[in-house]
């Protein structure tokens, strides 16, 4: 069985900072995948990001970028320069068929 | 195309009722996924459709719940007999694959209080 673990249920940021979310995933699968989804307010999980398990190269989307290490079995997330709309729960998820979500970070962007 | 669709949106019954959930995913999504959601905790997973065919299901999923997609195209989730721990936002997700690892596109949610 997986398991995801986000070990900071709540975060703040200060406006134009930046801001790293930790995510630890336990799995004895080999080819699998991880995302980022954001969830803000009262509104719908939408995918921040995604990272195929077999590329070294960690994946970049615009201000936000991951730390992918496959060894230590880690998957952290980093927002540049935060912005007010940023505020939302941040889950991990992982994916080798059926998808494995964390309980979330809450993240509030303080201007 | 508007993108995932829920309906209904909130739903309020009573403690032993049956109740019916919709999803209509993006139009040439052939996966969809039903989760579970409560306060402040992730989604849950229930189950997933490739097509018409349901592929996996949670051991969550008890025998009073049923899901199906019979054209390979909108889902439904029954709940039957519910109780008070069946409470939560229900979510529905589909993506375009035929492999696991594509982003999911989630719906609004059906959230459910039983009393």
């Known amino acids: 069985a997986q398991t995801v ?46 990272q195929e398990a077999y590329k070294q190269q960690n994946a970049t989307e615009n201000r936000f970028s991951v730390n992918f290490q496959k060894a230590a079995k880690s998957f ?29 970070t809450t993240l509030t962007v303080k201007p | 195309d508007t993108g995932v ?9 009573k403690r032993g009722q049956n109740v019916t959930f919709r999803c209509d995913p993006i139009s040439e999504h052939n996966r969809l996924y039903w989760y579970r959601q409560t306060l402040g905790q992730g989604p ?16 969550l999923l008890s ?14 989730l029954e709940i039957q007999r519910t109780e008070q721990g069946d409470s939560a936002m229900y979510l ?3 993506s375009l694959s035929t492999r696991t690892g594509e982003s999911q596109y989630f719906g609004p949610g059906t959230r459910l209080l039983v009393l």
């Open chain 1, 5 to 50: 673990t986000q070990s900071q249920p709540e975060m703040s940021v200060q406006e134009a900072e930046t801001v790293t979310l930790s995510c630890t995933y336990d799995t004895s699968e080999n080819n699998y995948y991880l995302f980022w989804y954001k969830q803000p307010p009262s509104r719908q999980m939408i995918l921040v990001i995604r």
């Open chain 1, 76 to 104: 952290s997330l980093k927002i540049s320069d935060s912005q007010l709309g940023d505020t939302a729960m941040y889950f991990c998820a992982f994916e080798a068929g059926k998808s494995t979500f964390g309980d979330g």
């Open chain 2, 5 to 13: 669709s829920q309906d209904p949106r909130h739903k309020i019954t």
């Open chain 2, 44 to 59: 849950e997973f229930l189950t997933y459709f490739q097509n018409e065919a349901q592929l996996e299901k949670s051991r």
């Open chain 2, 63 to 76: 025998d009073r719940f049923s899901a199906e997609r019979p054209k390979g195209s909108f889902s439904t």
């Open chain 2, 92 to 94: 529905c997700a589909s």
